[in-house]
């Protein structure tokens, strides 16, 4: 009977594998630095484990692709609190990974945040990285009324401007909140655990697996982790004054990652100075020579929809990611101002080698008239849904995937919607391309109204018209 | 690919859109008899309108249809709506509420989804909102309607139970707990949680004790009520107003000839409610509900005003009604032929199933295949006299006749006057 078993990258690879490893079952290849995906084991002839981003984890268990997999309880109980009926089974704690998962807010607001929060008959924002959790958490405290902003990662630059709460894990200990931010209350204690699929669980035979494990870890005395009440964190006293931003200041957002380096050469052409961007300590909010302009740091992927909500006027962002949004919210406020010319990818729509078609067309012939849905996996599930929609796909399902979208194929996904540079590595997977969505590259974007605001449209259209002369 | 509906959905077949309309029509008619109008609200609300008065539990919040809009950018959500009442008293603050007293029913579907996709997750309701009433009597009003549609509609051993929140509430406040806790408390005996009494430490020994007896009350009349109150009147005194409000109500349903009982942990499901709470059962199955609920168009930004409400489940109604018992068996069916095939012709078929339709009878036009069920007459068309063939499909006999109103006198004559512009005749 084969076992199938979803193992985690990042942060918990290092200590899954060590564990693993402890336990004997002989997956030689899963180590830091590795890139492989899927690992077969000589000791264990039916096992097959495959390596997901964590958060990718509790899904592909839940569905039933997996039996068992490895991941932190954080995202566990992020899937839970949507899809409380999910069929998963929390098995056991293992100990490592830990963390909590605060809501912290600016010091800048006043004591005590929840209570203020829960009378105040304005719009309530939380931000996160955990929007299923953020909203369980709004009910639970009987938020009269609030917004969601689901993120990518940066929660911490949100408060107070853009985000009353937010919900932020910290790990291994670190209790540290930069931007002013204070805890207000302990959401969920977390490390990684051990997960089954509820159907996997009740039929087949898994037990040599689970107790390889359970033997390591009961030598080392590892109890569970429970999910804690909501605790209220004492108050921390303090003045910190709330930054008022006034009505004629351009917000600017620019992106962390990998378009940090291209974002400031183009800037500094344009004789636009950024202090502290990219930032050594990872603070979030440089500054700069443009007089009344603010910027953050924070994801190119939340960009589109923080213009589009009015928390930023400006931003540099991927084309990619302002189609994925408008593909969301056709109607919505955000407009492309420039093509910035940097950071250029495709995407396509790729397949297996083993498909026998060489277009989307070839693939609507080769699927018609199946019963099982196609699964179509990417990080743009918006684009996504609608390529799937445009081309006739029939009965398809979009698997939101968070990195690493190649490893999908074939086992997970029959068709992936990625994006690619050199398609070295979709072919490294035995991989192919049968279609190009659109190119993308970085444009300046921002908020209709933004621009068509006197106070703001001349700085606007300034910097406009000095990026512009940077890439002639 | 098959074709299947969604999990936990449900379609309504001819047959059971049959009983739908009987309960819609015998609802509709029962309604506007007591001066109460129509009205429909939108579909889709904003999640805030439920959140904001915090009037549904975050259990029941959880399973609402919420979804980002196209243009739901700002992060707010929007829901298939949860529930018939908020809605409408979301209607009153918007439009109505200079009108003072606004007597309104509604027929509509409410959303919320079950985990296991056995129930539907749309569910129907027809319901009644007394807005701008706040006695005893209006309260009277909506149980006599209630009960009205009911038997109107052939169900027999209805029990009427009875609650009043205003005393679970009152009973609360004495426990020293917050606003919020005392909302969460509600919830769990709402949600007919009755272990969190247990955690409760009151002001005084034997507020629990008290709490514990009065949710254990069950009764059925008026002097039952009267005794509780006389136990816990000395030791609090602040139960005496919603006594004294719950006791009206029943003495004057008892005046009126309604039979009920007294439960007071029959809340589940009605957050809003600050006053009377009445259900309605028929073989054990729950069939509708409702009750006062005065402070929710001001926790929703309206003016202070009195209101109560009630639904029938009609889903729980189409499976309980014996539709043959309720509705005339219907008359035949009178099928018009043709063997001709000119256009001309086939309007001739066209005119008579017209006129017949004008005169009060059912008649289809045959488009080959089988023909349909209970039918009581053929008329075949032809291109020369006679033009009319009449076959009576029980005895097969057979008549010849040369006019539309010629074949009329032979069905039994004219049950509605046809209109002057008749193209029945040849």
């Known amino acids: 009977m084969r076992l199938k078993i979803a193992l985690p990258k990042g942060r918990l690879l290092s200590e899954t594998a060590a564990l693993l490893a402890q336990a004997g079952w002989g997956l030689d290849e899963y180590r830091d630095g590795t890139r492989s995906y899927r690992l077969k084991s000589q000791k264990m002839p039916d096992l097959f484990a495959k390596v997901f981003q964590e958060k990718d984890i509790p899904v592909q268990v839940a569905v039933g692709n997996y039996d068992l997999g490895i991941c932190g309880l954080d995202w566990v109980e992020e899937l839970l609190a949507k899809y409380p009926g999910s069929a998963l089974v929390k098995l056991r704690d293992l100990g490592y990974g830990k963390g909590v998962l605060y809501t912290a807010a600016s010091r800048s607001l006043p004591s005590p945040q929840i209570d203020t929060l829960q009378q105040q008959r304005d719009i309530v924002r939380l931000a996160s990285e955990y929007p299923n959790m953020a909203e369980s958490l709004a009910l639970d405290l009987r938020l009269k009324r609030f917004s969601v902003f689901p993120l990518w990662g940066g929660a911490e630059v949100y408060p107070p401007e853009n985000a009353e709460l937010i919900l932020i894990s910290r790990i291994n200990g670190d209790k540290t909140f930069n931007h002013d931010l204070v805890a207000v209350s302990r959401i969920l204690d977390f490390s990684a655990y051990l997960i089954a699929n509820r159907y996997s669980w009740e039929s087949k035979d898994l037990s040599s697996a689970v107790a390889s494990l359970e033997e390591i870890l009961a030598c080392s005395g590892e109890s569970c982790t429970q999910v804690a009440d909501i605790e209220k964190i004492p108050e921390v006293k303090g003045s910190y004054p709330v930054r008022e931003v006034a009505g004629d200041v351009v917000r600017l957002a620019l992106a962390d990652g990998h378009q940090q380096q291209p974002t400031i050469e183009l800037l500094n052409k344009a004789g636009i100075r950024v202090d502290d961007y990219p930032s050594s300590s990872g603070k979030r909010r440089p500054t700069s020579n443009l007089d009344g302009v603010t910027i953050k740091v924070i994801r190119p992927q939340d960009m589109p929809l923080q213009v589009a909500n009015g928390n930023f006027d400006l931003a540099i962002t991927g084309k990619d990611w302002l189609t994925e949004h408008l593909n969301q919210f056709p109607a919505s406020p955000v407009v492309e101002l420039l093509d910035l010319k940097f950071g250029?990818?495709?995407?396509?729509?790729?397949?297996?080698?083993?498909?026998?078609?060489?277009?989307?067309?070839?693939?609507?012939?080769?699927?018609?008239?199946?019963?099982?849905?196609?699964?179509?996996?990417?990080?743009?599930?918006?684009?996504?849904?609608?390529?799937?929609?445009?081309?006739?796909?029939?009965?398809?399902?979009?698997?939101?995937?968070?990195?690493?979208?190649?490893?999908?194929?074939?086992?997970?996904?029959?068709?992936?919607?990625?994006?690619?540079?050199?398609?070295?590595?979709?072919?490294?997977?035995?991989?192919?391309?049968?279609?190009?969505?659109?190119?993308?590259?970085?444009?300046?974007i921002a908020n209709k109204d933004s621009v068509a605001d006197a106070k703001k449209r001349k700085k606007i259209e300034s910097i406009t018209k000095t990026l512009r002369g940077a890439l002639a | 690919m098959s074709a299947h509906r969604c999990k936990g959905t449900r379609d309504m077949s001819p047959?059971?859109?049959?009983?739908?309309?009987?309960?819609?029509?015998?609802?509709?008619?029962?309604?506007?008899?007591?001066?109460?109008?129509?009205?429909?609200?939108?579909?889709?609300?904003?999640?805030?309108?439920?959140?904001?008065?915090?009037?549904?539990?975050?259990?029941?919040?959880?399973?609402?249809?919420?979804?980002?809009?196209?243009?739901?950018?700002?992060?707010?959500?929007?829901?298939?709506?949860?529930?018939?009442?908020?809605?409408?008293?979301?209607?009153?603050?918007?439009?109505?509420?200079?009108?003072?007293?606004?007597?309104?029913?509604?027929?509509?579907?409410?959303?919320?989804?079950?985990?296991?996709?056995?129930?539907?997750?749309?569910?129907?309701?027809?319901?009644?909102?007394?807005?701008?009433?706040?006695?005893?009597?209006?309260?009277?009003?909506?149980?006599?309607?209630?009960?009205?549609?009911?038997?109107?509609?052939?169900?027999?051993?209805?029990?009427?139970?009875?609650?009043?929140?205003?005393?679970?509430?009152?009973?609360?406040?004495?426990?020293?707990?917050?606003?919020?806790?005392?909302?969460?408390v509600f919830d769990h005996i709402l949600d007919g949680d009755l272990s969190i009494l247990a955690k409760l430490k009151p002001e005084r020994p034997g507020l629990g004790r008290t709490l514990a007896a009065l949710l254990d009350l069950k009764g059925r009349s008026v002097g039952f009520l009267k005794n509780m109150r006389s136990l816990v009147n000395r030791d609090l005194p602040e139960l005496e107003a919603p006594f004294n409000n719950f006791i009206d109500i029943v003495e004057r349903l008892e005046a009126v000839g309604c039979d009920y009982q007294i439960d007071i942990t029959s809340g589940r499901g009605f957050e809003y409610y600050?006053?009377?709470?009445?259900?309605?059962?028929?073989?054990?199955?729950?069939?509708?509900?409702?009750?006062?609920?005065?402070?929710?168009?001001?926790?929703?930004?309206?003016?202070?005003?009195?209101?109560?409400?009630?639904?029938?489940?009609?889903?729980?109604?189409?499976?309980?009604?014996?539709?043959?018992?309720?509705?005339?068996?219907?008359?035949?069916?009178?099928?018009?032929?043709?063997?001709?095939?000119?256009?001309?012709?086939?309007?001739?078929?066209?005119?008579?199933?017209?006129?017949?339709?004008?005169?009060?009878?059912?008649?289809?036009?045959?488009?080959?295949?089988?023909?349909?069920?209970?039918?009581?007459?053929?008329?075949?068309?032809?291109?020369?006299?006679?033009?009319?063939?009449?076959?009576?499909?029980?005895?097969?006999?057979?008549?010849?006749?040369?006019?539309?109103?010629?074949?009329?006198?032979?069905?039994?004559?004219?049950?509605?006057?046809?209109?002057?512009?008749?193209?029945?005749?040849?």
């Open chain 2, 274 to 426: 600050t006053g009377l709470i009445f259900r309605l059962f028929v073989g054990g199955e729950e069939v509708g509900g409702g009750g006062r609920y005065d402070a929710l168009i001001p926790l929703m930004g309206g003016q202070d005003t009195p209101a109560s409400g009630f639904a029938l489940y009609m889903d729980c109604l189409m499976g309980l009604i014996a539709l043959d018992n309720l509705v005339p068996p219907s008359a035949g069916k009178i099928l018009v032929r043709t063997g001709l095939k000119k256009a001309g012709d086939l309007k001739g078929a066209f005119d008579l199933a017209t006129f017949l339709h004008e005169a009060g009878y059912p008649a289809e036009v045959y488009l080959g295949g089988p023909e349909p069920a209970n039918l009581k007459w053929t008329v075949e068309i032809r291109s020369k006299e006679p033009c009319f063939v009449l076959t009576d499909r029980d005895s097969q006999q057979k008549f010849e006749v040369e006019t539309g109103p010629e074949v009329l006198v032979l069905l039994g004559g004219t049950k509605r006057l046809p209109s002057a512009k008749s193209k029945g005749k040849r």
């Open chain 2, 15 to 184: 047959q059971e859109m049959r009983r739908f309309r009987l309960i819609e029509g015998i609802f509709r008619e029962s309604c506007l008899k007591w001066g109460y109008e129509e009205v429909r609200t939108s579909t889709i609300e904003h999640l805030h309108l439920f959140t904001s008065t915090g009037t549904l539990t975050p259990s029941r919040l959880r399973r609402v249809y919420s979804f980002l809009d196209w243009d739901g950018w700002s992060g707010e959500r929007v829901v298939l709506r949860p529930d018939g009442t908020i809605p409408i008293a979301r209607l009153y603050i918007e439009t109505m509420s200079d009108a003072g007293l606004a007597k309104l029913f509604y027929v509509t579907d409410v959303f919320s989804f079950e985990e296991t996709g056995k129930e539907s997750r749309e569910k129907w309701q027809c319901g009644a909102e007394l807005i701008g009433a706040g006695s005893a009597t209006a309260d009277v009003e909506l149980v006599t309607l209630a009960l009205d549609v009911v038997h109107k509609l052939g169900l027999k051993y209805v029990e009427l139970i009875l609650s009043h929140a205003g005393l679970i509430r009152t009973l609360l406040v004495k426990f020293g707990l917050s606003h919020d806790e005392q909302e969460d």
């Open chain 1, 344 to 444: 250029w990818v495709r995407i396509v729509a790729v397949v297996s080698n083993e498909v026998p078609v060489t277009d989307t067309g070839g693939l609507r012939q080769l699927w018609a008239g199946q019963s099982a849905p196609i699964r179509v996996a990417s990080e743009y599930v918006n684009i996504a849904d609608k390529y799937a929609r445009d081309n006739h796909l029939g009965l398809y399902r979009i698997i939101p995937t968070w990195g690493a979208t190649e490893a999908f194929l074939t086992e997970d996904a029959d068709l992936l919607i990625e994006n690619t540079q050199t398609g070295s590595t979709l072919a490294r997977n035995n991989l192919k391309i049968i279609d190009t969505l659109f190119e993308s590259t970085a444009r300046l």
